[in-house]
């Protein structure tokens, strides 16, 4: 037949059945319906053998088929199909007979199956069942699967499925009815599922319904899938309606995560532990709808809902941590923060509002700023850019407040900050202060502008507090890359002195200059005589952490003093000529 044949087919199926198709049947065909008994079709790279009959009807009599494909050096075979995928061997063979009764067996075994994202090593599919040979028409069969020496292509596919894969479940058929997909069990390493589902034809689509649970051991194995260092367990129960066609889909998970991780230090201490997940979510023509989203453990409450289409849409949130820092590892009190995300035609407007008790950072001048009731207010627009549109901090001790570019590499952020008590930070007492601070980034640098006034500026140091006594100005401009900063200048200006500095300031390489004025000597030495002080000098960090100082001061009535040395050595000895 290749002959007559080949002209007629696709060209990846002239390859698969080769120049020479050779086909023997014996049978016939009448009212009763079509049977034949012999039956042998031999190509390039299949054979099949066996006997078949239909009845008038159209339903299976009787078939005893055995095929096998592969070529004859064990090369692969590029199968006549989709995007062309080849296989070293594939063996069929399939029974029934009505007369013995609606027994029907079949198995399917492939060796090196190769699609472009997948290869399987070997695959075993053995079906055991029944077909209806009278009445209405049906099937009922047990299904066995089993893949092995899986290799993806893609190596996060790899991770998440691994090398091996079983599955077993029954599928059944009547005319007229759904098809059932009954106890569908499929295991794999370190996860499996088991589900119950229908298929329900109509209207021109099919829609499946589906209910069961999933777990999952060692979440790690999602890990290059999820682009998150994942750790910890899930076990989901869930259910699942979606139309295969016009796809919409509804589908509500509950069930726990223990010790879930992200791999993010801050993050992890918050959702870790035994978790409780509850979730239902819809997809239709108006968008996606979050009717309940919610995550629960001993650190955190956090629920969502809403709905977003294509170019619009809003999702509502409210997150409650129990100790507000658990992202720092620190102890402090309850943080709430209520909020919205919503979808706007360029990207999303996030908006966040709340605040706490006695909240932590673990830094202990910052939180010597969060005692009390601290309140929040942040508004930002994700999309080409991150903006900050406006940030406020309130407490009665602080007030911040911030805005600006936030997106990588081109980050340009404005804040100012207030303190009722510029000596809060040092466990000190003293006046008001404001500091304004602007950083902007210059590739992996941040070029920094800051100034500030104060009023009785406290440092807890007596003889600093003095000379700051009144109003005084403070600036300071440098430039800061991978933990080094670098001066350009600051300044320091009030009542009783005024100072200047410039250098670098970094852990193992500070180099500083510096020059200062004081009004009066007396007014941090009583016994001192009246009248300016001047000095200039400069700071050198040494190896092993000491500094080496060098200062050059004149005093009243003429005095002049130059002290040179090193100071903070080891057991905090000084060393000074």
Do not use: C, H
């Amino acid at each position: 037949l290749g002959d007559v044949y080949k002209r007629q087919l696709l060209p990846q199926a002239r390859d698969f059945l080769g120049d020479d198709i050779r086909l023997t049947a014996n049978g016939q065909s009448g009212p009763e319906g079509l049977v034949l008994d012999a039956l042998d079709l031999r190509a390039a790279a299949v054979q099949l053998s066996g006997s078949f009959a239909l009845a008038a009807d159209g339903r299976p009599q009787r078939f005893a088929l055995n095929g096998e494909i592969g070529a004859e050096d064990g090369s692969p075979v590029t199968l006549p199909f989709g995007d062309g995928p080849t296989l070293r061997q594939a063996v069929i063979a399939a029974q029934f007979d009505a007369d013995q009764g609606e027994d029907v067996t079949a198995t399917v075994t492939l060796a090196d199956f190769v699609r472009p994202d997948v290869t399987v090593g070997i695959g075993e599919l053995g079906l055991r069942g029944t077909i209806a040979t009278s009445g209405t028409r049906a099937v009922d069969l047990n299904l066995n699967a089993a893949l092995s020496q899986l290799v993806f292509t893609d190596p996060a596919l790899q991770s998440a499925v691994g090398d091996e894969v079983t599955a077993t479940t029954r599928i059944a058929w009547t005319e007229g009815e759904d098809v059932v997909l009954d106890r569908l069990d499929l295991q794999g390493s370190d996860y499996s599922a088991q589900v119950d589902a229908t298929l329900t034809p109509g209207g021109g689509t099919s829609v499946v319904t589906a209910e069961g649970r999933a777990g999952i051991t060692d979440l790690s194995r999602l890990t290059p899938l999820a682009g998150a260092d994942l750790t910890g367990r899930a076990d989901l129960g869930f259910t699942l309606s979606a139309d295969l066609l016009g796809g919409s889909f509804a589908v509500t998970a509950q069930g726990s995560t223990t010790d879930l991780a992200l791999g993010i230090e801050q993050l992890d201490p918050v959702i870790g532990g035994d978790a409780v997940l509850d979730l239902a979510v819809n997809r239709s023509q108006a968008g996606l709808e979050v009717e309940t989203f919610s995550l629960t453990n001993d650190q955190i409450r956090l629920s969502a809902s809403g709905l977003l289409a294509d170019d619009a849409g809003r999702i509502e949130y409210d997150a409650q941590l129990a100790n507000s820092g658990a992202f720092t590892g620190a102890e402090g009190g309850p943080l709430a923060i209520a909020g919205a995300v919503q979808r706007l035609p360029d990207g999303f407007e996030v908006t966040g509002f709340g605040g706490g008790q006695d909240l932590a950072t673990g830094i202990a001048q910052a939180d010597a700023l969060l005692t009390g009731d601290t309140r929040l207010d942040v508004s930002l627009l994700l999309g080409e850019r991150m903006l900050l549109r406006d940030a406020t901090i309130t407490n009665p001790a602080l007030s911040v407040q911030a805005e600006g570019n936030l997106t990588d590499g081109a980050r340009d952020l404005r804040a100012s900050v207030t303190l009722d008590n510029s000596g809060a930070p040092l466990g000190a007492s003293g006046g008001p202060v404001t500091v304004n601070l602007r950083a902007v980034q210059d590739g992996t640098a941040y070029v920094l502008d800051l100034d500030g006034e104060g009023q009785n500026i406290g440092t807890g140091q007596a003889l600093a507090d003095e000379v700051l006594r009144g109003t005084t100005t403070f600036a300071a401009e440098g430039r800061f890359d991978q933990g080094q900063l670098r001066l350009n200048s600051a300044t320091v200006d009030g009542a009783s002195v005024t100072a200047s500095a410039s250098g670098l300031i970094a852990d193992g390489a500070t180099d500083l200059d510096f020059r200062a004025r004081l009004a009066s000597l007396s007014q941090v030495v009583a016994q001192a005589p009246s009248g300016p002080v001047t000095a200039s000098g400069s700071v050198r960090q040494l190896e092993g952490g000491a500094l080496a100082l060098t200062i050059d001061a004149d005093g009243p009535g003429g005095t002049v003093a130059r002290v040179s040395g090193r100071v903070g050595l080891p057991g905090g000895a000084v060393d000074l000529d």
